[in-house]
């Protein structure tokens, strides 16, 4: 089995960024970037223009932006492997890494496997149909779009998030709809007072989406009441998933410290876990931000504390 000093699980900017570091200071890093989960690039690979990332006035495409990463990672010789990890064993150092196709001991690792936004399998919504065409699952990062501003937009969801996402929108949309399946929110008090309050935000109780429609772009949704059964079609220039992520950490599942959300437990402004020599960058233990820039930087956080860690070995 060979025996490596850093091995990366995980791609993406926290991924990428971390090889990138980790090359740099002559750790020849391994980097297992996905294939079926998290899949290589991570969620910017879905993601059509990318407006908020610094250094890119004019906006870059989300897959050409992770291209770059991924170049310059290889450019400073991190190997890398278009695989995903099926087992890691961290009860022992060093540590052992398996894909399907290989295995690796390491001296130290890091995580950085994101989270899969939740999505609904609403009739037009789906990949090769509206997605990333009008529909996503992140307002902040795709809500200033042009495509978005001045149309009515859709939120699905009924909890803090959703109206996070909402009241966001209201910036751009014309005027924001909350849909909602149930007659009340699982949101809290005081989020629940502000988006019932804003004059930009109508909430449609007991509702689903039944469908997207549009040639190009969105253009229109069906509503249907849940209650009454009564289907209606609507005018909209977007919609937005709100239900949550889900971090990919199936495969860490008695290995680290996991929160009950099932996202990585690390220290508070650092990337170390539970298990000493074992690192988490990016969403993977990020639930509050989930931003490009945010994984990147603790990507990098991850790279300077392994080099720490295993310059102490």
Known sequence: MD???LVIIGSGPAGYTAAIYAARANLAPVLFEGFFVGVAGGQLMTTTDVENYPGFPDGIAGPELMDLFRKQAEKFGTEIYTEDVKG??????PFIIESSERSFQAEAVIIAT????LRLNIPGASDGELWQKGVTACAVCDGASPL????DLY???GGDTSIEEALFLTKYGAHVFLVHRRDALRASKIMQERILHNPKVTVIWDTVVESVNGKDVVEEITLKNVKTGAVIKKPAGGLFFAIGHKPNTDFLVGQLELHENGY?????????TSVKGVFAAGDVQDFIYRQAVTAAGSGCMAALEAEH???GL
């Open 148 to 151: 978005f501003r001045n149309k």
């Open 3 to 5: 025996k490596r000093k």
């Open 88 to 93: 890691v064993d961290f009860s022992n150092h």
């Open 114 to 117: 994101g989270a899969t936004a």
């Open 264 to 272: 990585i437990k690390t220290i508070p402004g650092k990337s170390l």
């Open 155 to 157: 939120v699905i969801g």
């Open 309 to 311: 860690f295993l310059s």
